[in-house]
């Protein structure tokens, strides 16, 4: 019975190891996951949603440090530089929504670049920090999607074919490269 016991303590350590063991080489930042939206192979979980704001939508991770929650976006990358706008705005926005739902403004999120390369795993992390001038900002931006929204205009705002050939409004758009 000892044996067993002696036995069954020493695998739960090496799964204990393990698991802290993918956790880091998987570059995701230390915190407890509260929710995930990245494996295919489990039902997706419900989206965050604010009224207030009218947007939805769903980070990668949530990850819950004492009373902070702090969301994480995972973008998969041919080349590694500095993270994109366009990435950060969707970042804040799930900040965002967070302090909607939870009601407590992130100080910060996580933006996880992965190379797309098969033979390359590098990784990198960038904390952003969120506070109320960066709210501001994505609010502004907020009210702009809005305004375009309502005039029915969205003029093209790049000359990149790969990212018009990509883009889900392909088929309908007459600017497409």
């Not at 190891?17 to 489990?42: A, C, F, M, Y």
């Not at 929650?69 to 926005?93: C, D, R, S, W, Y």
């Amino acid at each position: 019975m000892l044996v067993a016991a002696s036995l069954l303590l020493v695998l739960a350590l090496v799964l204990f190891w393990w698991g802290n063991r993918q956790k880091s080489t998987s570059g995701v930042p230390s915190g407890k996951i509260v929710s995930i939206d990245l494996h295919e192979s489990q039902r997706p979980q419900q989206p965050l949603f604010s009224r207030r704001y009218l947007l939805t939508g769903r980070p990668d991770y949530l990850l819950r440090r004492g009373r902070e929650l702090i969301p994480v976006e995972i973008k998969t990358v041919n080349e590694f530089g500095q993270p994109f706008e366009g990435h950060i705005f969707q970042l804040f926005a799930y900040c965002l929504l967070v302090e909607e739902q939870f009601g407590v403004q992130p100080r910060f999120g996580y933006l996880q670049y992965r190379s797309r390369l098969p033979h390359d795993q590098r990784t990198e992390t960038y904390q952003i920090e969120f506070n109320d001038q960066m709210k501001s900002k994505v609010l502004e931006l907020l009210s702009q999607i809005r305004q375009v929204e309502q005039s029915g205009e969205a003029p093209r705002s790049h000359e990149d074919v790969a990212r018009c050939r990509g883009c889900g409004y392909a088929a309908i758009c007459d600017q497409r490269l």
